[in-house]
Protein backbone atom coordinates (compact mmCIF):
# COMPACT_ATOMS: atom_id res chain seq x y z
CA UNK A 1 0.00 0.00 0.00
CA UNK A 2 2.90 2.51 0.67
CA UNK A 3 3.71 2.27 -2.61
CA UNK A 4 1.04 4.11 -3.82
CA UNK A 5 1.84 7.49 -1.52
CA UNK A 6 3.94 9.56 -4.37
CA UNK A 7 2.60 10.10 -7.41
CA UNK A 8 5.86 10.47 -9.59
CA UNK A 9 7.48 7.27 -7.68
CA UNK A 10 4.50 5.33 -8.27
CA UNK A 11 4.70 5.75 -12.13
CA UNK A 12 8.23 4.58 -12.17
CA UNK A 13 7.56 1.85 -9.81
CA UNK A 14 4.56 0.89 -11.61
CA UNK A 15 6.40 0.55 -14.69
CA UNK A 16 8.83 -1.54 -13.69
CA UNK A 17 5.73 -3.76 -12.22
CA UNK A 18 3.69 -4.03 -15.00
CA UNK A 19 6.87 -6.15 -16.98
CA UNK A 20 7.27 -7.94 -13.63
CA UNK A 21 3.79 -8.86 -13.64
CA UNK A 22 4.01 -10.36 -17.49
CA UNK A 23 6.84 -11.98 -16.55
CA UNK A 24 5.15 -13.68 -13.71
CA UNK A 25 1.79 -14.24 -15.92
CA UNK A 26 4.46 -16.09 -18.40
CA UNK A 27 6.16 -18.37 -15.74
CA UNK A 28 3.09 -19.15 -13.85
CA UNK A 29 1.59 -20.18 -17.92
CA UNK A 30 5.15 -22.47 -18.03
CA UNK A 31 4.61 -23.97 -14.73
CA UNK A 32 0.82 -24.77 -15.14
CA UNK A 33 1.64 -26.13 -18.55
CA UNK A 34 4.12 -27.90 -17.06
CA UNK A 35 2.27 -29.64 -14.05
CA UNK A 36 -0.71 -30.22 -16.73
CA UNK A 37 2.13 -32.64 -18.42
CA UNK A 38 3.59 -34.32 -15.67
CA UNK A 39 -0.08 -34.62 -13.87
CA UNK A 40 -1.19 -36.50 -17.59
CA UNK A 41 1.85 -38.68 -17.34
CA UNK A 42 1.70 -39.64 -14.18
CA UNK A 43 -2.17 -40.42 -13.89
CA UNK A 44 -3.61 -43.15 -12.00
CA UNK A 45 -0.64 -45.95 -12.18
CA UNK A 46 -1.64 -48.51 -9.30
CA UNK A 47 1.08 -49.49 -7.00
CA UNK A 48 0.34 -50.60 -3.97
CA UNK A 49 -2.76 -51.97 -2.23
CA UNK A 50 -3.17 -52.25 1.08
CA UNK A 51 -6.29 -54.09 3.20
CA UNK A 52 -7.22 -54.57 6.42
CA UNK A 53 -10.10 -55.22 8.90
CA UNK A 54 -11.21 -52.97 11.29
CA UNK A 55 -13.08 -54.09 14.51
CA UNK A 56 -15.89 -52.22 15.74
CA UNK A 57 -15.63 -52.71 19.58
CA UNK A 58 -15.61 -50.76 22.90
CA UNK A 59 -12.06 -49.12 22.29
CA UNK A 60 -13.85 -46.75 20.17
CA UNK A 61 -16.42 -44.17 20.70
CA UNK A 62 -19.41 -43.83 19.79
CA UNK A 63 -20.87 -40.79 17.93
CA UNK A 64 -23.04 -38.71 20.00
CA UNK A 65 -25.05 -37.16 17.67
CA UNK A 66 -26.14 -40.78 15.76
CA UNK A 67 -26.95 -42.24 19.31
CA UNK A 68 -29.00 -39.27 19.65
CA UNK A 69 -30.79 -40.34 16.63
CA UNK A 70 -31.05 -43.79 17.24
CA UNK A 71 -32.83 -43.08 20.69
CA UNK A 72 -36.31 -42.30 20.56
CA UNK A 73 -36.42 -45.05 17.71
CA UNK A 74 -35.23 -47.65 20.07
CA UNK A 75 -36.95 -46.48 23.31
CA UNK A 76 -40.25 -47.10 21.19
CA UNK A 77 -39.28 -50.01 20.53
CA UNK A 78 -38.16 -50.98 23.79
CA UNK A 79 -41.57 -49.65 25.42
CA UNK A 80 -43.53 -52.07 22.55
CA UNK A 81 -41.21 -55.08 22.82
CA UNK A 82 -40.78 -55.36 26.98
CA UNK A 83 -43.98 -54.90 28.02
CA UNK A 84 -45.82 -58.18 29.36
CA UNK A 85 -48.47 -60.44 27.11
CA UNK A 86 -48.63 -63.16 28.84
CA UNK A 87 -47.05 -65.20 32.25
CA UNK A 88 -45.39 -68.26 31.90
CA UNK A 89 -45.70 -70.28 35.20
CA UNK A 90 -42.66 -72.59 34.12
CA UNK A 91 -39.80 -72.56 31.46
CA UNK A 92 -41.71 -73.78 28.25
CA UNK A 93 -38.50 -76.58 26.61
CA UNK A 94 -37.67 -77.74 23.40
CA UNK A 95 -36.06 -80.85 24.18
CA UNK A 96 -38.29 -82.22 26.29
CA UNK A 97 -39.57 -85.51 24.93
CA UNK A 98 -38.44 -87.15 21.41
CA UNK A 99 -41.51 -87.22 19.51
CA UNK A 100 -42.83 -83.79 20.39
CA UNK A 101 -41.76 -81.08 23.02
CA UNK A 102 -43.37 -78.42 24.93
CA UNK A 103 -42.89 -75.02 22.93
CA UNK A 104 -43.11 -77.05 19.45
CA UNK A 105 -46.28 -78.43 20.57
CA UNK A 106 -47.45 -74.58 21.74
CA UNK A 107 -46.13 -72.94 18.36
CA UNK A 108 -48.59 -75.38 16.56
CA UNK A 109 -51.50 -74.85 18.38
CA UNK A 110 -51.20 -71.36 18.57
CA UNK A 111 -50.81 -71.42 14.38
CA UNK A 112 -54.14 -73.90 14.48
CA UNK A 113 -55.70 -71.50 16.41
CA UNK A 114 -55.04 -68.06 14.90
CA UNK A 115 -55.07 -69.62 11.24
CA UNK A 116 -58.15 -71.89 11.51
CA UNK A 117 -60.79 -68.99 11.69
CA UNK A 118 -59.12 -66.45 9.48
CA UNK A 119 -58.70 -69.60 6.92
CA UNK A 120 -62.42 -70.24 7.04
CA UNK A 121 -63.41 -66.85 6.78
CA UNK A 122 -61.52 -66.09 3.48
CA UNK A 123 -61.86 -68.76 1.66
CA UNK A 124 -64.97 -70.99 3.51
CA UNK A 125 -62.42 -74.26 4.35
CA UNK A 126 -61.20 -76.12 6.79
CA UNK A 127 -57.85 -76.41 8.15
CA UNK A 128 -56.95 -79.83 8.50
CA UNK A 129 -53.39 -79.76 10.27
CA UNK A 130 -50.07 -77.93 11.06
CA UNK A 131 -46.87 -78.57 10.31
CA UNK A 132 -43.64 -76.27 11.06
CA UNK A 133 -39.64 -77.20 11.35
CA UNK A 134 -38.25 -77.49 14.20
CA UNK A 135 -35.45 -75.20 13.11
CA UNK A 136 -37.64 -72.08 12.48
CA UNK A 137 -37.66 -72.25 16.49
CA UNK A 138 -35.07 -70.55 17.70
CA UNK A 139 -35.16 -69.95 21.55
CA UNK A 140 -37.26 -71.51 24.72
CA UNK A 141 -39.85 -69.17 26.61
CA UNK A 142 -38.19 -68.88 30.08
CA UNK A 143 -40.15 -68.66 33.26
CA UNK A 144 -41.33 -65.42 34.15
CA UNK A 145 -43.57 -62.58 32.06
CA UNK A 146 -43.44 -63.23 28.04
CA UNK A 147 -43.25 -60.10 26.16
CA UNK A 148 -43.07 -59.27 22.35
CA UNK A 149 -39.81 -59.35 22.06
CA UNK A 150 -39.39 -62.96 23.38
CA UNK A 151 -41.51 -63.87 20.29
CA UNK A 152 -38.91 -61.92 18.21
CA UNK A 153 -36.67 -64.12 19.68
CA UNK A 154 -38.73 -67.38 19.18
CA UNK A 155 -39.58 -66.78 15.44
CA UNK A 156 -36.75 -63.89 14.46
CA UNK A 157 -37.29 -64.78 10.79
CA UNK A 158 -40.15 -62.77 8.34
CA UNK A 159 -42.08 -66.00 7.71
CA UNK A 160 -45.49 -65.79 6.78
CA UNK A 161 -48.49 -69.19 7.46
CA UNK A 162 -48.92 -70.08 3.86
CA UNK A 163 -51.82 -73.35 4.01
CA UNK A 164 -51.25 -75.73 1.51
CA UNK A 165 -53.42 -78.06 -0.22
CA UNK A 166 -51.77 -81.59 -0.61
CA UNK A 167 -53.33 -84.64 -2.00
CA UNK A 168 -53.19 -88.00 0.20
CA UNK A 169 -50.12 -89.35 -1.62
CA UNK A 170 -48.94 -86.00 -0.81
CA UNK A 171 -49.62 -86.17 3.09
CA UNK A 172 -48.42 -89.80 3.06
CA UNK A 173 -45.36 -88.51 2.09
CA UNK A 174 -44.78 -85.62 4.58
CA UNK A 175 -45.95 -88.12 7.48
CA UNK A 176 -43.11 -90.54 5.86
CA UNK A 177 -40.75 -87.48 6.25
CA UNK A 178 -41.83 -86.49 9.69
CA UNK A 179 -41.50 -90.25 10.86
CA UNK A 180 -37.82 -90.34 9.89
CA UNK A 181 -36.77 -87.45 10.83
CA UNK A 182 -34.11 -86.43 13.35
CA UNK A 183 -35.80 -83.75 15.45
CA UNK A 184 -39.02 -83.11 16.20
CA UNK A 185 -40.46 -80.66 13.84
CA UNK A 186 -44.15 -79.53 15.74
CA UNK A 187 -47.29 -80.35 14.59
CA UNK A 188 -51.20 -79.91 15.50
CA UNK A 189 -54.56 -81.34 14.58
CA UNK A 190 -52.59 -84.74 14.14
CA UNK A 191 -51.97 -87.71 15.86
CA UNK A 192 -48.80 -90.18 14.85
CA UNK A 193 -48.66 -93.12 16.26
CA UNK A 194 -45.15 -95.32 16.05
CA UNK A 195 -45.13 -99.37 17.01
CA UNK A 196 -42.26 -100.26 19.37
CA UNK A 197 -39.93 -101.25 16.06
CA UNK A 198 -39.94 -97.57 14.59
CA UNK A 199 -43.08 -98.41 12.14
CA UNK A 200 -45.82 -96.48 11.31
CA UNK A 201 -48.92 -97.65 13.34
CA UNK A 202 -51.57 -94.98 12.67
CA UNK A 203 -52.51 -91.58 12.03
CA UNK A 204 -55.38 -89.37 12.78
CA UNK A 205 -56.33 -86.01 11.01
CA UNK A 206 -58.81 -84.17 13.46
CA UNK A 207 -59.67 -87.38 15.01
CA UNK A 208 -60.55 -89.36 12.30
CA UNK A 209 -58.00 -91.74 10.43
CA UNK A 210 -55.67 -90.34 7.64
CA UNK A 211 -58.18 -91.11 4.02
CA UNK A 212 -55.55 -91.07 1.99
CA UNK A 213 -58.01 -90.60 -1.27
CA UNK A 214 -58.85 -87.24 -0.44
CA UNK A 215 -56.96 -83.71 0.11
CA UNK A 216 -55.93 -82.02 3.12
CA UNK A 217 -55.08 -78.42 4.24
CA UNK A 218 -51.58 -77.93 6.28
CA UNK A 219 -50.91 -74.31 7.40
CA UNK A 220 -47.28 -74.07 7.93
CA UNK A 221 -44.22 -71.49 7.36
CA UNK A 222 -44.06 -70.00 3.77
CA UNK A 223 -40.33 -70.69 4.18
CA UNK A 224 -40.80 -74.49 3.92
CA UNK A 225 -43.25 -73.61 0.67
CA UNK A 226 -40.56 -71.69 -0.81
CA UNK A 227 -38.06 -74.34 -0.03
CA UNK A 228 -39.61 -77.12 -2.38
CA UNK A 229 -38.88 -80.80 -1.94
CA UNK A 230 -35.49 -80.38 -1.37
CA UNK A 231 -35.91 -79.15 2.16
CA UNK A 232 -38.22 -82.46 2.50
CA UNK A 233 -41.72 -80.94 3.99
CA UNK A 234 -43.58 -80.80 0.51
CA UNK A 235 -43.33 -82.35 -2.15
CA UNK A 236 -46.58 -81.75 -4.73
CA UNK A 237 -48.45 -78.95 -3.83
CA UNK A 238 -52.11 -78.73 -5.36
CA UNK A 239 -52.51 -75.33 -4.00
CA UNK A 240 -50.72 -72.49 -1.67
CA UNK A 241 -52.72 -69.75 0.18
CA UNK A 242 -50.42 -67.21 1.12
CA UNK A 243 -52.60 -65.90 4.19
CA UNK A 244 -49.98 -62.60 4.42
CA UNK A 245 -50.05 -63.39 8.38
CA UNK A 246 -46.68 -63.24 9.99
CA UNK A 247 -45.41 -66.46 12.29
CA UNK A 248 -44.37 -63.93 14.92
CA UNK A 249 -47.31 -61.90 14.77
CA UNK A 250 -49.51 -64.94 15.37
CA UNK A 251 -47.91 -65.61 18.31
CA UNK A 252 -48.26 -62.16 19.97
CA UNK A 253 -52.29 -61.63 18.93
CA UNK A 254 -52.36 -65.19 20.54
CA UNK A 255 -50.25 -64.13 23.71
CA UNK A 256 -52.43 -60.48 23.96
CA UNK A 257 -55.73 -62.75 24.20
CA UNK A 258 -54.01 -65.08 27.33
CA UNK A 259 -53.36 -64.61 30.42
CA UNK A 260 -51.09 -67.90 31.38
CA UNK A 261 -49.05 -69.59 28.83
CA UNK A 262 -48.90 -73.23 29.74
CA UNK A 263 -47.17 -76.20 27.19
CA UNK A 264 -46.62 -79.63 27.71
CA UNK A 265 -45.92 -82.78 26.06
CA UNK A 266 -48.78 -84.99 24.98
CA UNK A 267 -49.55 -88.04 22.77
CA UNK A 268 -49.66 -86.16 19.63
CA UNK A 269 -46.58 -88.07 18.13
CA UNK A 270 -45.66 -91.25 20.39
CA UNK A 271 -44.13 -94.34 20.05
CA UNK A 272 -45.38 -97.56 21.35
CA UNK A 273 -43.36 -99.22 23.94
CA UNK B 1 -6.97 3.04 -11.53
CA UNK B 2 -4.31 2.61 -8.89
CA UNK B 3 -6.79 0.31 -7.52
CA UNK B 4 -6.90 -1.48 -10.51
CA UNK B 5 -3.35 -1.95 -10.38
CA UNK B 6 -3.37 -3.07 -7.04
CA UNK B 7 -6.08 -5.77 -7.61
CA UNK B 8 -3.93 -7.35 -10.94
CA UNK B 9 -1.23 -7.56 -8.91
CA UNK B 10 -2.53 -9.12 -6.09
CA UNK B 11 -4.43 -11.30 -8.81
CA UNK B 12 -1.12 -12.46 -10.34
CA UNK B 13 0.36 -13.22 -6.98
CA UNK B 14 -2.71 -15.61 -5.90
CA UNK B 15 -2.60 -16.92 -8.86
CA UNK B 16 0.97 -17.81 -8.55
CA UNK B 17 0.75 -18.74 -4.55
CA UNK B 18 -2.78 -21.11 -5.28
CA UNK B 19 -1.04 -22.80 -8.06
CA UNK B 20 2.24 -23.44 -5.80
CA UNK B 21 -0.03 -24.68 -3.28
CA UNK B 22 -1.61 -26.82 -5.74
CA UNK B 23 1.55 -27.75 -7.19
CA UNK B 24 2.90 -29.02 -4.16
CA UNK B 25 -0.58 -30.91 -3.26
CA UNK B 26 -0.94 -32.42 -6.39
CA UNK B 27 2.59 -33.26 -7.88
CA UNK B 28 4.17 -34.05 -4.51
CA UNK B 29 0.68 -36.29 -3.70
CA UNK B 30 1.04 -37.78 -7.50
CA UNK B 31 4.25 -39.99 -6.18
CA UNK B 32 1.62 -41.55 -3.56
CA UNK B 33 -2.10 -40.74 -4.48
CA UNK B 34 -3.86 -42.57 -1.93
CA UNK B 35 -7.81 -44.07 -1.84
CA UNK B 36 -9.46 -45.12 0.92
CA UNK B 37 -12.35 -47.98 0.41
CA UNK B 38 -14.51 -48.56 3.38
CA UNK B 39 -17.23 -51.28 3.81
CA UNK B 40 -19.43 -53.33 5.30
CA UNK B 41 -21.94 -55.98 4.39
CA UNK B 42 -24.77 -58.00 5.65
CA UNK B 43 -25.33 -55.02 8.59
CA UNK B 44 -29.00 -56.52 8.88
CA UNK B 45 -30.42 -53.67 11.07
CA UNK B 46 -28.00 -54.24 13.43
CA UNK B 47 -27.65 -50.77 14.44
CA UNK B 48 -27.00 -51.17 18.66
CA UNK B 49 -23.40 -52.59 19.34
CA UNK B 50 -24.23 -56.49 20.27
CA UNK B 51 -25.39 -56.54 24.41
CA UNK B 52 -22.79 -57.74 26.86
CA UNK B 53 -24.47 -60.63 27.72
CA UNK B 54 -23.91 -62.21 23.75
CA UNK B 55 -22.32 -65.38 23.41
CA UNK B 56 -20.62 -64.73 20.31
CA UNK B 57 -20.22 -61.22 20.08
CA UNK B 58 -20.46 -58.98 23.45
CA UNK B 59 -19.99 -55.60 23.03
CA UNK B 60 -18.82 -55.65 19.32
CA UNK B 61 -20.30 -53.36 16.59
CA UNK B 62 -22.76 -50.54 16.62
CA UNK B 63 -23.31 -47.87 14.06
CA UNK B 64 -22.19 -44.53 16.40
CA UNK B 65 -18.95 -46.59 17.33
CA UNK B 66 -18.96 -47.15 13.23
CA UNK B 67 -19.32 -43.33 12.79
CA UNK B 68 -16.49 -42.33 14.95
CA UNK B 69 -14.00 -44.86 12.87
CA UNK B 70 -15.36 -43.24 9.50
CA UNK B 71 -15.08 -39.62 10.67
CA UNK B 72 -11.37 -40.58 11.75
CA UNK B 73 -10.12 -41.77 8.69
CA UNK B 74 -11.84 -39.85 6.58
CA UNK B 75 -10.52 -36.76 8.44
CA UNK B 76 -6.79 -38.39 7.81
CA UNK B 77 -7.65 -38.70 4.21
CA UNK B 78 -10.60 -37.22 2.60
CA UNK B 79 -10.44 -39.01 -0.80
CA UNK B 80 -12.47 -42.00 0.56
CA UNK B 81 -15.06 -43.62 -0.36
CA UNK B 82 -17.64 -46.14 1.93
CA UNK B 83 -19.81 -48.57 0.76
CA UNK B 84 -21.95 -51.32 1.24
CA UNK B 85 -22.78 -54.93 -0.23
CA UNK B 86 -26.17 -55.41 0.65
CA UNK B 87 -28.46 -57.34 3.30
CA UNK B 88 -28.85 -53.31 4.74
CA UNK B 89 -32.25 -55.15 6.25
CA UNK B 90 -33.74 -57.46 8.76
CA UNK B 91 -32.64 -58.73 11.71
CA UNK B 92 -33.44 -57.11 14.71
CA UNK B 93 -36.84 -55.51 15.76
CA UNK B 94 -35.31 -51.81 14.12
CA UNK B 95 -36.16 -53.19 10.76
CA UNK B 96 -39.89 -54.57 11.67
CA UNK B 97 -40.86 -51.53 13.54
CA UNK B 98 -39.57 -49.36 11.09
CA UNK B 99 -38.87 -51.36 7.97
CA UNK B 100 -35.64 -49.96 6.95
CA UNK B 101 -36.06 -46.24 7.64
CA UNK B 102 -33.71 -45.84 10.70
CA UNK B 103 -30.63 -48.07 8.38
CA UNK B 104 -31.12 -45.77 5.40
CA UNK B 105 -30.89 -42.71 7.33
CA UNK B 106 -27.86 -43.51 9.59
CA UNK B 107 -25.80 -45.01 6.40
CA UNK B 108 -26.73 -41.52 4.35
CA UNK B 109 -25.77 -39.67 7.92
CA UNK B 110 -22.60 -41.93 7.72
CA UNK B 111 -22.04 -40.57 4.23
CA UNK B 112 -22.03 -43.95 2.39
CA UNK B 113 -21.69 -43.50 -0.97
CA UNK B 114 -23.34 -46.08 -2.56
CA UNK B 115 -24.87 -49.81 -1.19
CA UNK B 116 -26.19 -52.47 -3.39
CA UNK B 117 -29.10 -54.48 -2.75
CA UNK B 118 -29.36 -58.10 -1.15
CA UNK B 119 -31.92 -60.73 -1.22
CA UNK B 120 -32.82 -59.26 2.55
CA UNK B 121 -33.63 -55.36 0.73
CA UNK B 122 -36.78 -57.04 -0.53
CA UNK B 123 -38.13 -58.47 3.01
CA UNK B 124 -40.97 -55.95 3.02
CA UNK B 125 -41.23 -56.59 -0.95
CA UNK B 126 -39.77 -54.00 -3.48
CA UNK B 127 -42.33 -51.34 -2.48
CA UNK B 128 -40.91 -51.66 0.70
CA UNK B 129 -37.18 -51.10 -0.65
CA UNK B 130 -38.87 -48.18 -2.42
CA UNK B 131 -40.62 -46.77 0.23
CA UNK B 132 -36.71 -45.99 2.00
CA UNK B 133 -35.59 -44.58 -1.33
CA UNK B 134 -36.14 -41.23 -0.13
CA UNK B 135 -34.27 -42.36 3.20
CA UNK B 136 -30.96 -42.38 1.18
CA UNK B 137 -28.66 -40.19 0.34
CA UNK B 138 -26.25 -42.70 -1.24
CA UNK B 139 -26.17 -44.75 -4.68
CA UNK B 140 -28.27 -48.07 -4.98
CA UNK B 141 -26.30 -50.01 -6.90
CA UNK B 142 -27.02 -53.43 -9.40
CA UNK B 143 -26.08 -54.12 -13.05
CA UNK B 144 -27.70 -57.19 -13.29
CA UNK B 145 -31.67 -56.58 -11.56
CA UNK B 146 -33.50 -55.33 -13.97
CA UNK B 147 -36.17 -53.19 -12.24
CA UNK B 148 -37.61 -52.00 -15.86
CA UNK B 149 -40.90 -53.45 -14.82
CA UNK B 150 -41.04 -52.81 -11.01
CA UNK B 151 -41.51 -49.54 -8.78
CA UNK B 152 -38.22 -49.36 -8.19
CA UNK B 153 -37.69 -48.78 -12.14
CA UNK B 154 -35.40 -45.40 -12.39
CA UNK B 155 -34.37 -45.61 -8.65
CA UNK B 156 -31.28 -48.04 -9.21
CA UNK B 157 -28.13 -47.30 -11.39
CA UNK B 158 -25.72 -50.39 -12.70
CA UNK B 159 -23.02 -47.88 -11.38
CA UNK B 160 -21.51 -44.69 -10.49
CA UNK B 161 -18.76 -42.71 -10.90
CA UNK B 162 -16.48 -40.57 -8.45
CA UNK B 163 -13.65 -38.67 -8.96
CA UNK B 164 -11.58 -38.72 -5.84
CA UNK B 165 -7.88 -36.44 -6.24
CA UNK B 166 -8.16 -36.50 -9.75
CA UNK B 167 -8.68 -40.19 -9.84
CA UNK B 168 -11.68 -42.07 -11.50
CA UNK B 169 -13.40 -44.78 -9.34
CA UNK B 170 -16.08 -46.76 -11.00
CA UNK B 171 -18.38 -48.93 -8.73
CA UNK B 172 -20.92 -51.28 -10.07
CA UNK B 173 -23.06 -53.57 -8.09
CA UNK B 174 -24.13 -57.19 -8.52
CA UNK B 175 -26.72 -59.20 -7.38
CA UNK B 176 -27.52 -62.92 -5.94
CA UNK B 177 -30.33 -64.70 -8.14
CA UNK B 178 -33.51 -64.49 -6.09
CA UNK B 179 -35.61 -67.33 -7.32
CA UNK B 180 -35.28 -69.69 -4.64
CA UNK B 181 -34.05 -67.10 -1.94
CA UNK B 182 -36.82 -64.76 -1.86
CA UNK B 183 -40.74 -65.38 -2.61
CA UNK B 184 -41.39 -63.82 -5.98
CA UNK B 185 -44.43 -62.01 -3.80
CA UNK B 186 -41.87 -59.64 -2.67
CA UNK B 187 -39.57 -59.28 -5.74
CA UNK B 188 -42.77 -59.16 -8.49
CA UNK B 189 -41.18 -58.48 -11.87
CA UNK B 190 -37.60 -57.66 -11.15
CA UNK B 191 -35.34 -59.86 -13.58
CA UNK B 192 -31.85 -61.66 -12.66
CA UNK B 193 -29.57 -61.19 -15.15
CA UNK B 194 -26.24 -63.21 -15.76
CA UNK B 195 -23.93 -61.68 -12.58
CA UNK B 196 -20.86 -63.04 -14.81
CA UNK B 197 -22.06 -61.67 -18.27
CA UNK B 198 -22.93 -58.09 -16.78
CA UNK B 199 -20.49 -57.76 -14.54
CA UNK B 200 -17.68 -58.19 -17.60
CA UNK B 201 -19.94 -55.90 -19.73
CA UNK B 202 -19.98 -53.09 -16.82
CA UNK B 203 -16.17 -52.95 -15.70
CA UNK B 204 -15.70 -53.07 -19.88
CA UNK B 205 -18.19 -49.87 -19.71
CA UNK B 206 -16.22 -48.32 -16.88
CA UNK B 207 -12.73 -48.76 -18.20
CA UNK B 208 -13.32 -47.93 -22.02
CA UNK B 209 -15.94 -45.36 -21.72
CA UNK B 210 -15.70 -44.55 -18.58
CA UNK B 211 -12.19 -44.09 -18.62
CA UNK B 212 -11.88 -45.04 -14.75
CA UNK B 213 -8.84 -45.83 -12.78
CA UNK B 214 -10.11 -48.08 -10.03
CA UNK B 215 -12.96 -50.30 -10.57
CA UNK B 216 -14.49 -52.17 -7.58
CA UNK B 217 -17.61 -54.44 -7.52
CA UNK B 218 -19.95 -54.53 -4.79
CA UNK B 219 -21.42 -58.04 -4.97
CA UNK B 220 -23.78 -59.76 -3.05
CA UNK B 221 -23.30 -63.09 -4.84
CA UNK B 222 -21.93 -64.67 -1.54
CA UNK B 223 -17.81 -65.15 -1.33
CA UNK B 224 -17.68 -69.05 -2.84
CA UNK B 225 -19.35 -72.45 -3.35
CA UNK B 226 -18.26 -75.56 -3.88
CA UNK B 227 -20.42 -75.67 -7.39
CA UNK B 228 -17.62 -73.45 -9.50
CA UNK B 229 -20.73 -72.83 -11.87
CA UNK B 230 -23.06 -71.16 -8.64
CA UNK B 231 -21.98 -67.48 -9.26
CA UNK B 232 -19.49 -66.53 -6.36
CA UNK B 233 -16.81 -63.64 -5.79
CA UNK B 234 -13.96 -65.72 -6.44
CA UNK B 235 -15.44 -66.89 -9.55
CA UNK B 236 -16.25 -63.63 -10.37
CA UNK B 237 -12.68 -62.09 -9.39
CA UNK B 238 -11.02 -64.66 -11.89
CA UNK B 239 -13.13 -64.28 -15.08
CA UNK B 240 -12.86 -60.35 -14.92
CA UNK B 241 -10.62 -58.12 -16.88
CA UNK B 242 -10.40 -54.97 -15.23
CA UNK B 243 -12.08 -55.11 -11.67
CA UNK B 244 -9.62 -53.96 -9.14
CA UNK B 245 -11.63 -55.02 -5.94
CA UNK B 246 -14.68 -56.87 -5.19
CA UNK B 247 -16.34 -56.07 -2.17
CA UNK B 248 -19.10 -59.39 -0.96
CA UNK B 249 -21.83 -60.61 1.10
CA UNK B 250 -24.46 -62.71 1.79
CA UNK B 251 -21.91 -65.42 3.22
CA UNK B 252 -20.98 -63.65 6.44
CA UNK B 253 -17.76 -64.71 5.67
CA UNK B 254 -15.37 -63.10 8.08
CA UNK B 255 -11.85 -63.49 6.68
CA UNK B 256 -9.08 -63.07 7.98
CA UNK B 257 -7.53 -60.71 5.12
CA UNK B 258 -8.28 -60.04 1.94
CA UNK B 259 -8.55 -63.02 -0.29
CA UNK B 260 -6.29 -62.19 -3.89
CA UNK B 261 -7.23 -63.95 -7.30
CA UNK B 262 -5.73 -63.48 -10.60
CA UNK B 263 -7.75 -62.80 -13.17
CA UNK B 264 -7.77 -63.01 -16.89
CA UNK B 265 -5.47 -60.82 -17.66
CA UNK B 266 -3.02 -62.03 -14.81
CA UNK B 267 -3.46 -58.95 -12.72
CA UNK B 268 -4.46 -59.30 -8.73
CA UNK B 269 -8.08 -58.87 -7.92
CA UNK B 270 -8.62 -58.28 -3.99
CA UNK B 271 -11.88 -60.28 -2.78
CA UNK B 272 -12.64 -58.72 0.53
CA UNK B 273 -15.48 -59.60 2.72
CA UNK B 274 -15.76 -58.29 6.61
CA UNK B 275 -18.58 -60.87 8.32
CA UNK B 276 -21.65 -59.55 9.57
CA UNK B 277 -24.11 -56.89 11.68
CA UNK B 278 -21.22 -54.13 11.41
CA UNK B 279 -18.92 -56.04 13.83
CA UNK B 280 -16.21 -55.25 11.58
CA UNK B 281 -15.28 -52.08 8.91
CA UNK B 282 -13.10 -53.09 5.98
CA UNK B 283 -10.52 -50.80 4.18
CA UNK B 284 -8.87 -51.21 1.67
CA UNK B 285 -6.08 -48.37 0.42
CA UNK B 286 -5.18 -48.19 -3.49
CA UNK B 287 -1.90 -45.65 -4.10
CA UNK B 288 -1.00 -44.38 -6.87
CA UNK B 289 2.17 -44.04 -8.33
CA UNK B 290 4.40 -42.81 -11.77
CA UNK B 291 4.03 -44.85 -14.51
CA UNK B 292 7.43 -45.84 -14.66
CA UNK B 293 7.48 -46.89 -11.38
CA UNK B 294 4.31 -49.06 -11.67
CA UNK B 295 5.57 -50.83 -14.90
CA UNK B 296 8.92 -51.63 -13.10
CA UNK B 297 7.58 -53.04 -9.75
CA UNK B 298 4.32 -54.34 -10.78
CA UNK B 299 1.15 -53.98 -8.37
CA UNK B 300 2.99 -54.25 -4.30
CA UNK B 301 -0.19 -56.08 -2.23
CA UNK B 302 0.03 -56.35 1.28
CA UNK B 303 -3.08 -57.81 3.18
Do not use: W
Not at chain 1, 83 to 101: F, G, K, M, R, V
Not at chain 2, 112 to 138: E, K, M
Not at chain 2, 266 to 285: H, K
Request: net charge negative; aromatic share 10%.
Amino acid sequence: MHFYKGNYSIRLLYKDKHVYILKLKQFVAFVTFCLFLSCQQEKGQLTKVQGKQLKIDTSLASVDSISDYIAPFKSRIDQVLDSALAYAPETIPLDDAPHNTSLGNLMADIVFAETSPLFKSTTGKDLDFVVLNRGGIRTIVSKGNVSARNAFEIMPFENYISVVELDGAAVRELIDFLVNATRAHPIAGMQIVLNKNGGLESVDIQGSPFDETRNYYVATSDYLVQGGPSIGFFDEMVNVTDTGYLLRNAIIDHLKKIDTVKAAVDDRFIQLK
Amino acid sequence: MKRRDFLRNTAATSTLIGLGGLSFNSCKGLGSRQITILHTNDVHSHIDPFPTSHSQYANLGGVARRASLVEQIRSENPNTLLLDAGDIFQGTPYFNFYGGELEFKLMSKLKYDAATIGNHDFDNGIDGLLAQVPNATFKLLSANYDFSNTVMNGFVKPYQTYVLDGIKVGVYGIGIKLDGLVTKRLYKETEYLNPFEIALDTERLLKEEEKCDLIICLSHLGYDYQNPDRPSDTQLAQRTHHTDLIIGGHTHTFLDKPDVRINQKGNSVLVNQVGAYGLNLGRIDFYFDEAKNASANGVSISV
